[in-house]
């Protein structure tokens, strides 16, 4: 079933997309050769606690961690490890805050110290990926319209679209209706209505879209190997427009 919120919810999950914004503004300060993502996921969960918040997935379906940590071939779902990054990795970092049950989803690629004129343009491709279905969540669209928006740009970059992980509804459980998928047909599927809170996370690989399940049962990961960005705000459809509760400054 699909919910449509009301403003006090809107407002508990800006709230708690404000509090995301300022982790992952410190997470970008701190990210440098030589650190573990085990230590990013230790600094989540203080700042995560200092903020009066919690991180939602941690526990989610068993899982154990407050962030996923994708690194380099790793579509999604990274567990943080002991294992330094370095220079040259691209590293996406996903959370979920509860802010007072106000819920705020949001995944950043980082890159590590310098980055290659490939893996540059990836990131920036997702990024500009993820805004182009951004701007398709309007009142009276269609789920396709996102989706269709997002695979005819990334991929007239000579980049490919993940089918096997979509984007979500969202609030007052972390996984609702509907599926947001990143590819499509556009005025195809679930018409777009105000109220409506949507996670909308484009996953974009350097070579085949195609995916592979690690032994842990979470981890996601190319099947060539090629490398993946991520990039994912939390929107609501208002008569006025996408309102984007992550947004960075």
Known sequence: MITRKSQREIEKMQAAGDVLVKCHKEIAKIIKPGITTMEIDAFVEKFLAEQGATPEQKGFSGYPYATCA?????????????????EGDIVTIDMVVNLNGGLADSAWTYKVGNLDEKGEKLLD?????????????????RIGDIGHAIQTYAEGEGFSVVRDFTGHGIGPTL??????????????????????????????????????????????????QGRSAQYEHTVVITKDGPMVTTEQD
């Open 125 to 141: 491709v997702t990024k500009q990926s993820l805004y182009k279905g951004i701007e398709q969540a309007q009142p009276g669209n």
């Open 175 to 224: 996984h609702e209706e509907p599926h947001i998928p990143h590819f499509g047909l556009p005025n195809k599927g679930t018409r777009l209505k105000e109220g409506m809170v949507i996670t909308i996370e484009p996953m974009i690989n350097e070579g085949g879209w195609q995916s592979k399940m690690d032994s842990n049962n979470w981890t996601a990961r190319t099947v060539d």
């Open 70 to 86: 994708s690194i380099n071939d790793e579509i999604c779902h990274g567990f943080p490890r002991e294992e330094q990054l370095v």
